[in-house]
């Protein structure tokens, strides 16, 4: 019961977040402050790897931050989902190797995986963070498993400020971030305890 009950929670918040999104003001530039922040990141700088979520509708935008990583000639790896509830990355060198796939999204069309090192970086999507980490995701599970089995790679999640809520409904299996970036700054949650 008290599984259903956080499960109901979490739809009804991520609903009301998603439309707190819609209406965010001077999204472009926001967008620019968050690929700043990140490409001045020492984690990002360093990475052998880097996984990078493909924006779809208002989430944060990427688009920036994948033509300048691949401008950079640095290991870029997009996710693909398939319908077993499993999401894979695969390697990319141009914006053209994506077509749309599950759920409108664009994933990549090729079949070379990442080797997964301390080195590597996973930028994660969400609704909202917390400052300690915790994510509300879109309720496919698809970066809670996928995170879980790799739990060695650096993952920064990013999102605007106003979608840094203080507390979320976060259960055992949610994976956290080990650092959170907004227009606004650069939270390091294993700092905060």
């Known amino acids: 019961m008290r599984i259903i009950m ?3 929670n ?3 918040l991520r609903d009301q977040l998603i439309k707190k999104r819609r209406l965010i003001e001077n999204r472009t530039e926001k967008d620019i402050s968050v690929f700043q922040k990140l490409i001045e990141n020492e984690k990002v700088k360093n990475a052998d790897n880097i996984l990078i979520y493909i924006s779809y509708n208002d989430e944060t935008d990427t688009a920036m931050l994948l033509d300048y990583l691949l401008s950079e000639n640095k290991n870029v790896y997009a996710p693909k989902c398939s319908k077993n509830g499993q999401m894979k990355f695969f390697l990319i060198k141009s914006s053209d190797e994506l077509q749309k796939g599950a759920y409108g999204i664009p994933e990549p069309t090729g079949e070379i995986e990442p080797v997964i090192t301390e080195r590597t970086v996973c930028i ?22 996928f995170l879980s089995k790799n739990s060695m790679l650096f993952t920064i999640g990013i999102c605007y400020e106003d979608l840094i809520s203080e507390t979320l409904p976060c259960t055992e299996h949610d994976v956290k971030v080990k650092a959170v970036i907004t227009e606004e700054r650069t939270v390091y949650p ?3 305890g």
Do not use: H, M
């Not at 995701?137 to 809670?144: A, F, H, K, L, N």
């Open 6 to 8: 956080i499960e109901q």
């Open 10 to 12: 979490k739809k009804n």
């Open 124 to 145: 994660v999507p969400a609704v909202s963070f917390t400052e300690i980490g915790c994510r509300l995701g879109y309720g496919g599970g698809y970066y809670d498993r």
């Open 190 to 192: 294993i700092a905060k």
